[in-house]
């Protein structure tokens, strides 16, 4: 049982969070769903009233509280695993990333499982701090519905059903991920 | 009772991502300079095994718990909603270093910073709500 456990608290390979997911996203089809996250912010929109003032909100977001439990248990998985399983969070990041970071003026990249400079409330009274969780996740919020879906509904759902559509989002993805690490972040994070 | 499994399915998921790191800015940071093969070996491995799945659901007509059919609905193809809704959802993976999922994963591991960029996240799907018509689909 301690073998169990210590074997659980080691970070998991790329593989076995690759087959979970995959199981994940079956489970979802089987019990009559799908896996798409992204749908829920839709939902919470809907749930806080948006259905009065847009159409796009005004549905029975009751038909949706699947996913929205979905999305709770995501929240108490995290916990459990911050609380129980994770004796250490460093994050195993490649030399060549914290050596980037550093250039960048990140403090101790990989130590945590995000930058503490720049996830916490003092960070966001700081302009990139601001700019960060408030644009960030705007753009989130946007794209992702603009598009139809986030990585749960086009990465993994879209093109395991060989979905074109989902291509062109990935690509999208990758598009927008690539501008915003290479060009934009370097100038983010020196303001 | 019958939505508990969806709970546990939610936990299981949120448990996953944190232990293999996906919810970590560093990690997105890594995968998009290419320095790393651990993110992509996640959504390959996903991608791959879902492949699979699908093609069996498929050929094998298979039910769903209900007894009725597993439905996968096609999505119509265009190019600009999803070249140009992907590329904004990009930048801001990039920059929070967080899709939907790991948003809400990360507040359970106690980042709860991360509650502005899910707010931020709602106004953002609700001004596409708003302007929806007046875009490119």
Redesign the interface.
């Known amino acids: 049982m301690n073998n169990l456990i210590e074997f ?1 608290q080691q ?12 199981i ?9 769903n ?1 896996f798409g ?2 749908a ?3 939902n ?2 809907s749930m ?1 009233g ?1 259905g009065r ?2 159409d ?2 005004d549905f029975d977001w009751r038909k949706q ?3 929205l ?14 609380q129980y ?2 004796p250490d969070a460093t ?4 030399e ?2 914290v050596a ?2 550093q250039a960048l003026g990140i403090a101790n ?2 130590e945590g ?3 503490q400079d ?4 003092e ?2 009274f700081s302009l990139k701090g601001l ?18 879906g ?3 509904g ?13 291509l ?15 060009l ?2 370097p100038h ?1 994070l020196s303001l | 009772m019958k ?1 508990i ?29 290419f ?17 699979i ?2 093609q069996i ?1 498929k050929r094998t007509k ?1 039910k ?3 007894g ?1 059919p ?1 439905v ?1 609905p ?6 600009p ?21 790991p ?12 509650i ?15 302007i ?1 018509r007046k ?1 490119p689909h």
């Not at chain 1, 439990?69 to 911050?82: E, M, P």
């Not at chain 1, 720049?118 to 409330?121: A, D, N």
């Not at chain 2, 320095?35 to 492949?51: D, E, K, P, R």
């Open positions: 659980i970070p998991w390979p790329w593989y076995v969070a690759g087959t979970i997911i995959a994940v996203m079956f489970a979802l089809l089987y019990f009559g799908s996250l992204s829920n912010f839709r919470m929109c806080l948006g003032s847009c796009f909100f509280t699947w996913n439990l979905f999305l709770a248990g995501t929240v108490i998985g995290g916990f459990i695993a911050h399983l994770m994050i195993a990041i490649s060549a990333t980037d970071l990249p990989g499982i995000v930058p720049l996830f916490s409330f960070s966001l700019i960060m969780f408030v644009v960030g996740g705007f753009l989130v919020g946007f794209g992702t519905r603009y598009a139809g986030c990585t749960s086009h990465a993994i759902s879209g093109l395991s059903d060989l979905q074109p559509a989902s062109v989002a990935v690509i999208g993805f990758f598009i927008g991920g690539l501008v915003m690490t290479h934009l972040l983010l | 939505f499994k969806y709970i546990f399915l939610g936990i299981l998921f949120g448990i996953t991502l944190t232990k293999a790191e996906v919810v970590s800015w560093f990690r997105i940071y890594e995968m998009f300079k320095q790393s093969f651990h993110m992509y070996g996640v959504i390959g491995t996903a991608v791959v095994l879902g492949i799945i699908t659901i298979m769903a718990i209900s009725d597993i996968i096609p999505k119509q193809f265009s190019i909603r999803y070249l140009i809704g992907g590329t904004i959802f990009g930048l801001g993976w990039a920059m929070t270093g967080a899709c939907p999922g948003m809400f994963i990360l507040l359970g591991n106690g980042v709860f910073v991360i502005v960029a899910i707010a931020s996240g709602i106004l953002g799907t609700y001004v596409y709500g708003r929806k875009l």
